[in-house]
């Protein structure tokens, strides 16, 4: 069977990976250079930021994140030459209103993720040095990780570009599907080119409501930027991941420590500005203010494929045959991405799922409301 992706962020990547793990034929397109957009900009945390925030359908497929990608990672580096780095952190949040329901959340869902401490100041102290005196307590989630997402996109990549059963095609703008009788014939490419598959995926990230005139199905899919600043500490200076209202650090192993986000409705645009910048150094130096002495060495934005409830859209489109999905994952494409990918390979090959696929058919598409801002 030969299928077309569109889109080759971590969305279509690793559908690609599952697919031709089974001996699927895989082309895979992307308008720009692959591994560019949200997938890169993102900071790689492997769980939803406050879990208890989520619908559990966000999380149930966020669980599978570490352990998968560490199945990946295996499989992938002796091949690409490169180890994306699960790094086992921990998490310190430090929202007080969340830290009852936090550790609730944790008794219910007895699972390792999900495992919280209340930490007490000596303990705080211990787990990490550089915490403002001013936050005295913490709920601390020892088993959170983060990945290094640029990295991971570049082991996959390399992992594809050179698999006998991949096509990889950059700079190319799929435009168009020619559909028939409830079948796509064939794909468009800005060039007019045609192209040919059995199967075809939409893992178009931010620019999927750009499907909605074509396919007559709301897509309610928007850009929300996101912007982050990248610190150089000494390699393992800062020992966890910290958070604080909606603000986080994320500590590389080598001292990078991704600081962020913001979110903003406006577009298409991916310019970091200074105001932003502002905001997210300010409230990371408010819970760690050592990080002043060391440089700032990037800022950058990139666009969340926003959805209404961050339930992303898995599975086979309305009324096309042979058209399936992959997108809208919000805040978590990152750590939903390996259980999201093996879902749709699953139900594109009338497998047995691992999961209900239910809450996330696109066959809710036109039932939503669109987000407001
Ligand atoms: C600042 C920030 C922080 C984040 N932090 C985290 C985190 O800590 N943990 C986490 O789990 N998630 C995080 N995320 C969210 C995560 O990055 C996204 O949910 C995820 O990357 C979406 O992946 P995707 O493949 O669906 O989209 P993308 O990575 O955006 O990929 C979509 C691709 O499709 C291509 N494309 C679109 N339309 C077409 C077309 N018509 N033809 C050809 N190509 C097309 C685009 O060029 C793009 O490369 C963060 C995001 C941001 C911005």
Same mark, same amino acid.
Request: glycine share 10%.
């Given at each position: 069977?030969? !299928?077309?992706?569109?889109? /080759?962020?971590?969305?279509?990547?690793? #559908?690609?990976?599952?697919? !031709?793990e089974q001996g699927c034929q895989v082309s895979i397109f992307? @308008?720009? $250079?692959?591994?560019?957009?949200?997938? %890169? /900009?993102? =900071?790689?945390?492997?769980s939803p930021m406050y879990p208890w925030r989520y619908p559990q359908a966000v999380n149930t497929l966020a669980k599978y994140g570490k352990s998968m990608y560490q199945t990946w990672n295996e499989k992938l580096r002796p091949n690409s030459g490169?180890?994306?780095?699960?790094?086992?952190? =921990? +998490?310190?949040?430090?929202?007080?209103?969340?830290?009852?329901?936090?550790?609730n959340y944790a008794e219910r869902y007895q699972e390792p993720m999900q495992q919280a401490e209340y930490?007490? *100041?000596?303990?705080l102290e211990q787990i990490n040095p550089w915490i403002h005196p001013k936050f005295q307590h913490a709920i601390y989630f020892p088993e959170l990780s983060n990945i290094r997402n640029p990295r991971l996109l570049q082991s996959v990549i390399a992992y594809l570009k050179q698999h006998p059963l991949v096509n990889f095609v950059e700079q190319t703008h799929i435009i168009k599907f020619q559909i028939q009788q409830h079948q796509v014939q064939y794909a468009?490419?800005?060039? =007019?080119? &045609?192209? @040919?598959?059995? @199967?075809?995926?939409? /893992? #178009? =990230?931010?620019?999927? $409501?750009?499907w909605t005139e074509q396919l007559n199905l709301e897509i309610p899919v928007q850009p929300v930027q996101g912007q982050m600043v990248l610190y150089k500490a000494p390699a393992h200076w800062l020992p966890t991941m910290c958070m604080n209202k909606v603000m986080y650090l994320i500590p590389r192993q080598d001292g990078h420590i991704i600081c962020g986000s913001s979110m903003a409705y406006c577009g298409f645009n991916t310019l970091p500005d200074a105001k932003t910048r502002h905001n997210i150094v300010?409230?990371?130096?408010? +819970?760690? *203010?050592e990080l002043s002495q060391f440089p700032i060495v990037k800022q950058w934005a990139g666009l969340r494929p926003s959805s209404p409830t961050g339930i992303p859209y898995i599975g086979a489109v309305p009324e096309v045959n042979n058209? %399936?999905?992959n997108v809208g994952h919000f805040r978590n494409g990152?750590?939903?991405? *390996?259980?999201?990918?093996?879902?749709?390979? $699953?139900? +594109?090959? &009338? $497998? *047995? #799922?691992?999961?209900?696929?239910t809450p996330y058919s696109p066959e809710r598409l036109n039932s939503e409301q669109l987000i407001v801002s």
């Open positions: 069977m030969h !299928i077309a992706i569109i889109g /080759a962020g971590i969305s279509g990547l690793l #559908t690609a990976l599952e697919l !031709i992307d @308008q720009q $250079q692959a591994g560019q957009a949200a997938s %890169w /900009a993102g =900071g790689g945390i492997l490169i180890d994306f780095e699960i790094h086992d952190t =921990g +998490m310190l949040i430090f929202d007080e209103d969340d830290f009852d329901i936090g550790l930490l007490i *100041p000596d303990a468009i490419d800005q060039h =007019g080119n &045609k192209i @040919q598959a059995d @199967q075809f995926v939409l /893992a #178009t =990230g931010a620019w999927s $409501q750009d300010e409230a990371c130096l408010e +819970m760690v *203010p058209l %399936w999905m990152l750590c939903m991405g *390996p259980a999201s990918a093996q879902l749709l390979r $699953q139900l +594109m090959l &009338k $497998q *047995p #799922t691992f999961i209900d696929p």
